[in-house]
């Protein structure tokens, strides 16, 4: 409840020696601000404290681009723990500060927006303190004032095209836009959050905000975690590279000039609704989380934030769990797939990097949708990969062809990716139902391009579960250094989807590499010679999980791509070659 107070239009009850002190106080303590003048009176020492302080702490009589070398800070916090009030706080000491202020709000969606700019309104029309303590910075009370997603202070001095404040979503931002400040509050939520691609847009559209902020501007990020791979978590892993160059720059050279070494600018708090006091300590259930009692937690906030609500959310879905409640989705019980963005991104290559050619073999494999699947909007797409293999660096994944189509245009797909690859040995296909239909189809149509396409039929395992361990067993050849991507590789995103994802809605590009790799018979554990692992029981252990994904074959004790590839399997064309599949 705020204290009532005399408004802005009345003799103030306070000394003008008492007045300043707390104008000062309001300007240099955010925490007061928000929970003494504000009204805020749910903020707790041990919570809210550290939020504030994380906000840049304003020192008087210096200007706003001046006031701190550390340019971006972020906040992440639970749900329910008032993130977004603080940040509102902040806009509002800010303004306070530095009357002549453009600040852009910018948040995931637009009611939201317009939500926080009408709250940050009602204090300055409304809130008795405040109005009391800054009069020359609030509007007459009760009238209109400013727009739903917009206002400029009574105070400003300067004539400018940006009010003050102004309010948009994050990827509608207009060019033209000059702000000295830019807030931005939930950005990534539930809808736009659902793939790699959807996250890379946001994390775009944060980048495309370095030209509408002026020279020595302030950013300032608060949200909650989603993904692996959303915008917070690809600021962190900017930060720990910014980190990382600067620890190799001062190691490699003490006298670089001071101009051209890197400065940490970045400062982030992160909060969790609960730490485990013991984690070695404690039992996992069949699904993999923890059984807690309230003994085995220090929570963050037990005024607000109960542990019995708590735990049920945690056992409903870990997964979220991690990500909404305790901002590290490393902890969700996802097992914690074996990818990671990072792992992925550290395995891709630019072209320059790739082998050369001449000393290496392309091979090709094509994972074919099911037949009848014709009218499932959801149905499985038709995968080719194009891998070249370098027996001392590894697979390199070149290139991919993606699509539903009937038979006629897979057959046309097959051959056209043959031809663009003449250095490939075979074309591989997996050999599921009716797949071996196509070949009269796929030989009619090669020998009007001109070209052979000789053949290979491919037998893989079928059990449950087989797909996920083929695509999960691709992780030790990622960490081995035996697995590349080309950063050129046409639906990369859509494959990192599928390796990052628990439970994606399609696996097929994954899938065609695990068949790849299978039938490379690659192993990932190499002693570094000649990519020959050494006879150890690390090699015999790696052999006998790859029998145990891909099923007891000799074709799994082969160290590397055989220099002469057997010959392929030759099958007669039948009747049924033009027959529909897709």
């Known amino acids: 409840m705020q204290k009532k107070n005399p408004n802005a239009d009345q003799k103030s009850s306070l000394s003008s020696e008492q007045r300043e002190i707390l104008r000062h106080k309001c300007l240099t303590d955010l925490y007061f601000l928000c929970k003494e003048v504000l009204g805020y009176k749910d903020f707790v020492q041990h919570v809210h404290q550290p939020m504030c302080d994380t906000y840049l702490k304003i020192r008087p009589g210096i200007p706003l681009l001046e006031q701190s070398d550390i340019k971006t800070r972020m906040i992440l916090a639970p749900r329910g723990t008032f993130k977004t009030t603080a940040h509102l706080g902040h806009i509002v000491q800010l303004i306070l500060a530095f009357p002549d202020i453009r600040i852009l709000l910018l948040t995931g969606t637009q009611d939201l927006a317009w939500r926080m700019v009408g709250e940050i309104k009602r204090h300055f029309m409304s809130n008795d303190y405040l109005r009391e303590l800054f009069p020359e910075m609030c509007p007459p009370r009760d009238k209109k004032w400013g727009t739903d997603d917009a206002f400029i202070c009574p105070a ?93 720059a001062r190691a490699e050279d003490d006298h670089e000039e001071e101009d051209d070494v890197e400065v940490v600018n970045f400062q982030c708090t992160i909060l969790s609704a609960w730490t485990l006091l013991d984690p070695s300590s404690l039992v996992r259930d069949g699904n993999g989380a923890y059984i807690l009692k309230k003994s085995s937690v220090s929570l963050l906030f037990p005024e607000r934030l109960k542990f019995r609500a708590l735990y049920k959310q945690y056992r409903d879905n870990p997964s979220a769990f991690a990500c909404q409640m305790l901002n590290d989705p490393d902890q969700s019980v996802d097992d914690e797939r074996p990818f990671t963005d990072h792992l992925i991104e550290q395995h891709t290559v630019r072209w320059d990097q790739l082998p050369l050619p001449s000393t290496t073999q392309d091979f090709i494999l094509w994972d074919l949708a099911g037949a009848n699947q014709e009218g499932n909007r959801n149905r499985d797409y038709s995968v080719g990969v194009v891998g070249r293999y370098s027996q001392d660096k590894g697979l390199f994944i070149v290139d991919m062809v993606r699509g539903r189509w009937d038979a006629v245009q897979i057959a046309i797909q097959i051959a056209q990716l043959a031809k663009s690859y003449p250095n490939a040995d075979f074309t591989r296909i997996e050999d599921s139902t009716g797949a071996r239909m196509l070949e009269p189809t796929i030989n009619m149509v090669a020998s009007k391009m001109g070209i052979s396409v000789p053949l290979v039929w491919v037998k893989i395992p079928r059990f449950l579960g087989a797909k996920r361990f083929r695509i999960d067993a691709l992780a030790q050849y990622f960490r081995a250094d035996k697995l590349w991507l080309a950063a050129f590789l046409p639906y990369r995103d859509q494959l990192k989807t599928e390796l990052l ?43 006998m999980f790859l029998a145990a994904v891909y099923g007891d074959d000799d074709t799994y004790t082969i160290e590397h791509a055989p220099d002469t590839p057997e010959e392929p399997k030759v099958f007669k064309a039948g009747i049924l070659g033009y027959g529909h599949l897709c």
């Open 156 to 248: 400003r001095t300067k004539v400018l095209r940006e009010p003050t404040l102004s309010s948009s979503t994050l990827d509608s931002v207009k060019a033209g836009v000059h702000v000295e400040v830019i807030g931005i509050d939930d950005s990534v939520n539930e809808v736009n959050s659902t793939t790699i691609t959807q996250c890379q847009k946001i994390v775009d559209a944060y980048d495309s905000l370095t030209y509408i902020l002026e020279p020595g501007g302030f950013t300032n990020i608060n949200g909650t975690r989603y993904k692996s791979y959303d915008l917070y978590g690809k600021l962190l892993e900017r930060y720990r590279s910014l980190l990382d160059r600067i620890a190799k």
């Open 501 to 543: 994802e628990k439970t994606p809605e399609h696996d097929d590009c994954a899938d065609a590499i695990a068949l790849l790799v299978k039938e490379l018979g690659i192993v990932a554990a190499t002693s570094g010679k000649d990519g020959v692992p050494e006879p150890d029981k690390k090699a015999i252990r790696e052999r």
